[in-house]
């Protein structure tokens, strides 16, 4: 019951609605990586379930639940949040950033830097790394190495790559970018 009190004050408060109980499945649109996407989601959805399975946008990882892996890290109104525990209608009129939108046929810099100095091995952190170095950087584009390693450490990297990790974000503060 407090479950669908919470998902009713938050569709709410996001869309300038009256009060809307939701049960079941419910179709609401994402705006993700600036598309408009009809999706169907129940009170329980995660974002991340979204953006996998019904969108087959599978970068951010389902590695851990309570977001202590940073793995499932997305851009929600240009802030990074593991989207493993966010709820998908927590996200109606919130844009959301993938981190395929820094790829195709021009990568964002942070990618192509990653690239570069090799920041990845097994690569199941990498892209809530890639994500979350993005969204460092743009609030801090002259980081040093230690606020950029401050700056990251809510992802965890298993393989422990950091040090490519730290190389390839130090690369995109000295270019610029
Ligand atoms: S490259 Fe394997 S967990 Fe980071």
Not at 60 to 84: C, I, R
Request: with cysteine; hydrophobic share 40%.
């Amino acid at each position: 019951m407090a479950a669908a009190t919470a998902v009713q004050t938050q569709l709410a408060a996001q869309q300038g609605t009256a009060s809307k109980v939701i049960s079941g499945v419910t179709k609401v649109t994402l705006t993700i990586n600036g598309k408009e996407q009809a999706v169907s989601v129940e009170p329980r959805t995660t974002l991340l379930d979204v953006l996998r399975y019904q969108l087959d946008l599978t970068g951010a990882k389902p590695v851990s639940m309570d977001s202590s892996s940073g793995a499932s890290t997305v851009l929600v109104d240009d802030q990074p949040m593991s989207a493993s525990s966010l709820l998908a209608v927590a996200c109606v009129g919130k844009k959301i950033r993938t981190v395929e939108s820094l790829g195709g046929d021009k990568p964002d810099a942070v990618p192509a830097a990653f690239v570069a100095h090799d920041a990845q091995q097994c690569g199941f952190c990498t892209p809530g790394f890639v994500v979350a170095v993005r969204a460092f950087l743009d609030k801090h584009p002259r980081a040093t190495e230690e606020e950029i390693r401050k700056g990251l450490n809510g992802n965890i990297c298993r393989c422990g790559t950091y040090a490519n990790i730290i190389q390839a974000a130090i690369a995109v503060v000295k270019g610029g970018k």
